[in-house]
């Protein structure tokens, strides 16, 4: 069969954008995958079309990051973390080419979705399952990067159960991206298909208590109010259940829903929690006022906690000013897209996870929202002047 050049390159951005688990701790942290896939597209930046709102949008988020960063080198004794720098330069131009390859490809784009997401499931199923039949724990990322994954620790050990993460360093990185891609496909079409049904197995089988609240709020927000779905999806709900079930009984020494229900039932006690969202506020408490108005900059890691959300980027490194202006201006361009609220309050939820400002990956997903809704929106009208 034959696959064209615009497709080839479709499915290579969007593959190695996926892997932004496998940095090289020895070369400073680099992402070598994600930044080759922003350098395929600054290569075809001729099939892209850019439009006019978006590069305002840019322009404004950098001259908001850059008066960020000359604030808190002006006004603190800051320690710059250069790489970050480099993220938040690198992650708007990578949006801008994003949306401007993919905003009449849709189709293109949630075809690639979906066979990147079958690749990440594929190598989750293959660690997780070579370790529950031949107590063999396969570590990809240490094969790659020479950095081992965190699939233990607490009550997970090599006698009980890994925490399966594929192609990412930690169940939560894995399981907050299976998630994003979910909102991504479910939101272009409402319909549970049995990839689907696989990755929702897989995000509870991640053993992460933040990536099973996340499933949950986002199933519950996209099938709420849509009662004639609400019979099929309990069905294959029911149907995720029965397999873990299953295999708990298949692999019971393994004490899969012990280690299940002690993960739910304590998530405020890992450190997992307590480093993405227990010390924020804290943290925030005991800023002066200046810093909590203006932050302490972004890339300033002179924090004694780095806390690593979203979340504690705006209140801690930006600040409530720079964090109201961020968010209106993310807040007009959701809305230029006509984004809808339930996503959008999705999205506010999700940014309790991994996913930072300055990472490629919330930017692609924010990127593949914006044009499916787009598309979505102005399937049956020609293309909107008013985003050129």
Known sequence: MRISLVSLVSFLVLFLGSLRSLNFAALGGVRWFV??????????????????????????????????VVISILSFKVKPHYFSYIGFILCPAYFLLLVGFYTHRVKLLVKHLKVVLAIHLFFFYLQLFTFLIFDYTIDFIEFITHEPQRTIGGIFTKHTIIRSSGLFNEPASYSIFVVS???????????????????????????????????????????????????????????V???????????????????????LLNF????????????????????????????????????????????????????????????????????????????????IVLSLSTQAINHLITWYFLASLLIISYNKFYENSTFNNGFR
Do not use: W
Not at 38 to 58: E, T
Not at 244 to 263: A, D, M, P, Q, W
Not at 299 to 324: A, R
């Open 241 to 263: 259940i029965v397999a873990l079930v299953g295999i708990n009984i298949y692999f019971g020494e393994k004490r899969v829903f012990e280690v299940f229900t002690s993960k």
């Open 268 to 347: 405020q006690d890992s450190t997992s929690f307590q480093f993405r969202i227990g010390k924020i506020f804290d943290v925030f408490g005991d800023l002066n006022l200046y810093q909590k108005l203006f932050g302490l900059g972004f890339g300033n890691l002179s924090i004694g906690s780095n806390l690593g959300s979203f979340l504690s980027q705006f209140l801690v490194q930006s600040g409530l000013v720079f964090s109201f202006l961020f968010i209106s201006l993310f807040y007009i361009i959701a809305k230029n897209y006509k984004l809808p609220k339930r996503i959008i309050f999705i999205v």
């Open 35 to 68: 930044i080759l896939s922003f350098l395929i597209l600054v290569l075809f930046s001729p099939y892209c079309k850019i439009g006019k709102s978006n590069i305002k949008f840019v322009i404004t988020f950098y001259i908001f990051f850059l008066l960020n």
């Open 181 to 239: 891609m979910l909102l991504c496909l479910l939101f272009n079409n409402k319909k549970i298909t049995f990839l689907m049904l696989v990755a929702i197995m897989s995000v509870v089988l991640s053993f992460s208590a933040s990536g099973i609240m996340f499933l949950v709020v986002l199933i519950v927000l996209v099938f709420i109010k849509k009662s004639f779905f609400i019979k099929n999806l309990l069905i294959k709900i029911s149907v």
